[in-house]
């Protein structure tokens, strides 16, 4: 993680704002709303004095600021007597005031401490911003020990990646070894109002912790339930005491998105002329359909896929840290900032760094999906630089693969719910929760997959199926989802030719900032000449043109 605006001997560290602003990157469009969403001013003197208590000295000598993440400030923070501390500080796009702070406290130290996963240890914290001295939420922490592995995870062996992910499966192994009676975020009991819904956690894995704290299970504050305008909707977000109840929350909330007016970012150039135009009153549809069978769709037989579960989400490789000396030795696990607690199903499982553009490996061990990749059978006729690619793509298949068969060997539940992930009803409950994103055509071609597999999903002896879809309705809504799909891929595109393929945001470095903004203008030219067929064809592509501030896809 790299640092910067490093300042050294300095007594008034509140006369640097770009401690307070964002530095790390540009936008392409919404400027401005997005630097004002990760702006926060605070006493930095203040929170310097704080960090450096915290450990038992009297001040700070030096204070740096490393690049920014999506939702914090992180600071790296020196004493006098050369300890060094982290202090995070959460922007206004972290989600909501005083709950996610405190539910992070929370989780870190129960994974601390009950879990035992190494994870920094905290120092002060406080989540009241209006009334405490620094003017912002905060957390002081250990630095994490180590090196990131990000910067070490391409010169590793083969045999030593495996070392890696053997120990992230017998730490996810605690996690499945550790249900929860409920889902949500975990708090302390005493940073809950008495007002709040919570549930209790039972104290029997607690007597191990050398200065017990009550826990309970409250609101959750999972980013799907806050992102793109989603944290203004008044709804229940837990928490909540059954799987049921979690996945019918998940459509009354989508429900309350679509019809509050808010739009989010659209995934493709939706609208143009004779191109698919996403409608209010199609995602209304969809998710009405959802909740007439959303009770159904937990996993009866395995009731491993929907225990609660507590889960770090986005396990990348800037996240974990390495020994110095021995790189397959994992020392910390940082960034546990809106950990929610969750059915397996609903969680990202797999290791974020072990994702790889190309073809994946079949899930399971059936037929074919039990042989381990392979180089292809005219591998000798490839040209060297074609060989290179193919040993690459078969190594990153092969680790992909190993994390499931490991999985199966050492964690079962972890397996059987990668297995769920891939069935019609969990595809089904990972679209509806993002209806608002234009994605009705995607939920329907799921609503029908449930429909045919209806027995599956309940059993012989089961209700009969409540969704009532005709042959006409089954070939218009495949005609809807190749129609969405042409649309997305128009955006993919767009943002290919710009060299920014996964800036859905339009976020680029600073570096490349004025740059790129120059290439927008001419593939915005080149789109339009190409698209439209006459002058009013033009202006309406221009009105949906996804790199203009504010667009929003006309219903």
């Not at 009297?58 to 006098?80: A, D, I, P, W």
């Not at 601390?112 to 911003?129: D, K």
Request: charged share 25%.
């Amino acid at each position: 993680m790299p640092a910067q605006n490093h300042t050294n001997c300095i007594q008034d560290w509140n006369t640097h704002d770009d401690f307070f602003r964002y530095t790390s990157g540009r936008w392409l469009f919404n400027e401005a709303k997005q630097l004002a969403s990760r702006y926060v001013r605070f006493d930095m003197n203040e929170l310097a004095r704080v960090a450096a208590e915290s450990v038992g000295s009297r001040s700070c000598r030096m204070v740096e600021k490393y690049q920014e993440g999506r939702c914090n400030k992180t600071f790296l923070m020196k004493t006098e007597e050369g300890k060094e501390v982290i202090a995070k500080v959460p922007q206004p796009n972290a989600g909501r005031p005083h709950f996610t702070t405190a539910s992070e406290v929370a989780t870190m130290d129960y994974v601390r401490n009950v879990l035992h996963v190494p994870v920094p240890e905290i120092y002060a914290w406080n989540s009241e911003a209006s009334t405490n001295s620094v003017g912002a939420e905060y957390i002081i922490m250990e630095k994490a020990p180590g090196v990131e592995l990000s910067r070490v995870w391409p010169e590793l062996r083969g045999d030593e990646r495996g070392k890696i992910l053997k120990q992230i499966i017998q730490f996810q192994k605690r996690f499945t070894a550790s249900p929860f009676p409920s889902l949500g975020g975990l708090y302390y009991a005493d940073s809950l109002e008495k007002s709040s819904k919570a549930f209790p956690v039972e104290r029997g894995a607690l007597e191990s912790v050398p200065h017990p704290k009550d826990f309970v299970i409250g609101p959750i504050n999972d980013e799907r339930f806050f992102e793109e305008g989603r944290g203004d909707i008044e709804c229940d977000r837990g928490p909540w005491s059954c799987t049921e109840d979690y996945l019918v929350a998940l459509g009354l909330h989508e429900l309350s998105y679509v019809t509050s007016g808010k739009r989010p970012q659209p995934l493709g150039i939706f609208g143009g002329p004779s191109w698919y135009t996403p409608s209010i009153a199609g995602k209304l549809a969809v998710l009405e359909d959802y909740l007439k069978i959303a009770w159904y769709l937990p996993p009866k037989k395995d009731p491993s896929g929907t225990a609660a579960i507590l889960w770090h989400d986005d396990l990348h490789s800037g996240n974990i840290f390495v020994h110095p000396d021995d790189s397959t030795r994992i020392t910390c696990i940082i960034d546990w900032q809106s950990s929610p607690i969750l059915p397996l199903i609903r969680h990202v499982i797999r290791p974020e760094f072990l994702d790889f553009e190309g073809p994946k490996p079949p899930l399971g061990f059936d037929g074919d999906a039990r042989k381990l990749p392979e180089l292809p059978a005219n591998y000798k006729e490839l040209s060297r630089d074609e060989r290179k690619d193919a040993e690459a793509l078969v190594r990153h298949q092969s680790l992909y693969k190993f994390f499931e068969i490991l999985s199966a060997k050492q964690n079962r539940s972890v397996s059987a719910a990668l297995l769920h992930q891939e069935s019609p009803r969990c595809q089904l409950i990972d679209y509806a929760a993002i209806t608002g994103y234009h994605m009705e055509p995607q939920v329907k071609a799921h609503l029908i997959e449930a429909m045919d597999a209806w027995e599956q999903i309940v059993g012989s002896d089961g209700p009969p199926c409540p969704l009532h879809y005709s042959e006409e309705d089954r070939k218009t809504a495949a005609v809807e989802l190749t129609n969405w799909s042409d649309c997305c891929a128009l955006l993919d595109h767009v943002r290919g030719d710009l060299g920014v393929p996964n800036a859905w945001d339009g976020a680029v470095s600073s570096e490349v900032y004025d740059e790129t903004r120059t290439k927008l203008r001419k593939i915005r030219e080149d789109f339009l000449d190409l698209m439209a067929n006459d002058e009013e064809e033009r202006m309406q592509w221009a009105r949906i043109w996804p790199y203009d501030d504010d667009q929003v896809v006309k219903e």
